[in-house]
């Protein structure tokens, strides 16, 4: 099982930014997906998950309105869609699978596979 995490980079306030999440070694059936997000010194923190028929979303307060989880089955990957970044959301983002079908969840420890994060720097 894999994940591998890309897209970000150095960014100013108020701009956009497509994380893309791919993985291998199984599939969206039965696995729920989540983005996490690790600020330096702070600790790791969900950012959105969805469940693999997307009939449970979850957002979380800070990227409501801003931040859009999406799929596509077919390339065996996940995106993250960021909008107005702020300073505060600078951090590696991070995604990962968690085996359960009818939720998900901002638990660190309730996800079973973890790919490499991807760095994310709002500064103007």
């Known amino acids: 099982v894999q994940l591998q995490a890309s897209g970000g980079g150095l960014v100013q306030p108020g701009s956009s930014l497509n994380l893309s999440c791919e993985f291998s070694?199984?599939?969206?059936?039965?696995?729920?997906i989540g983005w996490f997000r690790q600020a330096p010194g702070k600790e790791r923190e969900g950012v959105a998950c969805?469940?693999?028929?997307?009939?449970?979303?979850r957002y979380q307060d800070f990227a409501k309105g801003r931040f859009i989880l999406s799929k596509d089955e077919a390339k065996d990957t996940v995106y993250l869609q960021m909008t107005s970044l702020k300073p505060e959301d600078t951090a590696i983002y991070l995604c990962?699978?968690?085996?359960?079908?009818?939720?998900?969840?901002?638990?660190?420890?309730?996800?079973?596979?973890w790919g490499q994060g991807t760095l994310v720097t709002v500064s103007s």
């Open positions: 969805a469940t693999s028929d997307d009939g449970v979303i």
């Open positions: 070694g199984f599939t969206l059936e039965r696995h729920a």
């Open positions: 990962g699978a968690e085996e359960i079908d009818d939720d998900c969840s901002f638990g660190e420890t309730d996800y079973d596979y």
